[in-house]
Antibody, heavy 121, light 111 residues
Framework: QVQLAESGGGVVQPGRSLRLSCAAS????????MHWVRQAPGKGLEWVAIISYDGSNEFYADSVKGRFTISRDNSKNTLYLQMNSLRAEDTAMFYC??????????????WGRGTLVTVSS | NFMLTQPHSVSESPGKTVTISCTGSSGNIASNYVQWYQQRPGSAPTTVIYDDNQRPSGVPYRFSGSVDSSSNSASLTISGLKTEDEGDYYCQSYDGSTHVVFGGGTRLTVL
């Protein structure tokens, strides 16, 4: 079955950078679009970014545009999120999520367990 | 921007039926699919309804979804409630400008 395992979270100071990873297994990773979705403590879900199956297209939420970059390595079945210029309001659990198809339907099929990012001085 | 509004919380007794609504702020909610996610306490979300009313494999028949254009709303209905159904439920749809729109979530209590 689909398995998504996020890693790379931790405590980071405002203004610093962090890179999250999501290791995928149980499906043909290179044929599906992938997403990052986050959830601030005690709050609802917020979509962050999507990347198409081949990495040729990316879209971002306005709240992270210009600071975050989504990427993927299909040879390693791994999704990434490079987060720069982090702010306190970026504190959240970050989930990796699989799309229903290759280019992106913007709907989520399966989710990972998440990795927690805390931005604090 | 298009928004989805859900009740903050609902509660019902075991064995009963509960319906969670998801109302669109404008336009026609039926123009894009609505999806529903369940998030049990301390866990990641899982998909319980996709394409308005389809159940992923493994999701019990007790879960059903519908869309009503006249009220511009979608609904998730859970019948034969069990304590394991407790958690937060989020509706989600697509919007051309912001791409992904989530409802604010509904806390379901089964008591």
């Amino acid at each position: 079955q689909v398995q998504l395992a996020e890693s790379g979270g931790g405590v980071v100071q405002p203004g610093r950078s962090l890179r999250l990873s999501c290791a995928a297994s149980g499906f043909t990773f290179k044929t599906y679009a992938m997403h990052w979705v986050r959830q601030a403590p005690g709050k609802g879900l917020e979509w962050v970014a999507i990347i198409s199956y081949d990495g040729s297209n990316e879209f971002y939420a306005d709240s992270v545009k210009g600071r975050f970059t989504i990427s993927r390595d299909n040879s390693k079945n791994t999704l990434y999120l490079q987060m720069n210029s982090l702010r306190a309001e970026d504190t959240a659990m970050f989930y990796c999520a699989k799309d229903w198809d290759s280019s992106g339907t913007f709907y989520f099929d399966s989710w990972g367990r998440g990795t927690l990012v805390t931005v604090s001085s | 921007n298009f928004m989805l509004t859900q009740p903050h919380s609902v509660s019902e007794s075991p064995g009963k039926t509960v319906t969670i609504s998801c109302t669109g702020s404008s336009g026609n909610i039926a123009s894009n699919y609505v999806q529903w996610y369940q998030q049990r306490p301390g866990s990641a979300p899982t998909t319980v309804i996709y394409d308005d009313n389809q159940r992923p494999s493994g999701v019990p028949y007790r879960f059903s979804g519908s869309v009503d254009s006249s009220s511009n709303s979608a609904s998730l209905t859970i019948s034969g409630l069990k304590t394991e159904d407790e958690g937060d439920y989020y509706c989600q749809s697509y919007d051309g400008s912001t791409h992904v729109v989530f409802g604010g979530g509904t806390r379901l209590t089964v008591l």
